[in-house]
């Protein structure tokens, strides 16, 4: 196959993969982020301190996860008829996707969240702010750069998603690797489907790094840094005090 015949070819599947990621990406962040701040606040010692939720909530974010991909797309089918009407095509790849991506997104969330420090959040509740307060304006902004990260990390699975999904009959870049590249014994377009894969999933990585590392050193700016000036301030006043 010449590369005019194969232009026109991977055009097409990078751009159903493009809408697969990206719907299913932007369904993930979306869902996956409350989840992950509720996993941490429900937490034992948490704000909304629940056990039982945690548990429960934290087992179906585990059974997401541990589930293989194929057989996710499988279990999904009727649901996925229901929502788009059909289970082939990228349309209905990103059910799946997005439901695919939700947990393993949630738990990105919870870890990037654990670290931010608990003197910010303590500093911020004894000013009498609430929990909601606190998620907006400690949680999130002080977590961002990792969040950025995590976000990237899942943009880079959904894209391995999305190749298995080709395989059956999700479309894109898999599906033009399986359908030409395999079942036509293709294997110079195989293999430049692949290289293409490799070098966009390096520039997503690149630039999510690049946009936490600008985060991280802009110091995410908001209340936090003013939070850490007041924290490092009240061990010099104790200490005049006891001077005196």
Known sequence: MTWSEMRPLLEQASWETLIMVGWS???AVVAGLPLGVLLVLSDRGGLLQNVVLNKVVGQVVNVGRSMPFIILM???MSFTRWVTGTTIGSEAAIVPLAIGGIPF???LVETAVREVDGGLVEAVQSMGGSTWTIVRKVLIPEALPSLIASTTTTVIALIGYSAMAGTVGGGGLGDLAVRYGYQRFDTGLMWITVAFLAVVISL????????ARTLHRRGRGGAAPALRLLKAKEP???DIGKVA
């Open 25 to 27: 990406t932007l369904i």
């Open 74 to 76: 499988v279990a999904l």
């Open 105 to 107: 997104f949630a738990r």
């Open 204 to 211: 997503i990585q690149f630039a999510g790094d690049l946009a």
């Open 236 to 238: 010099a006043a104790a």
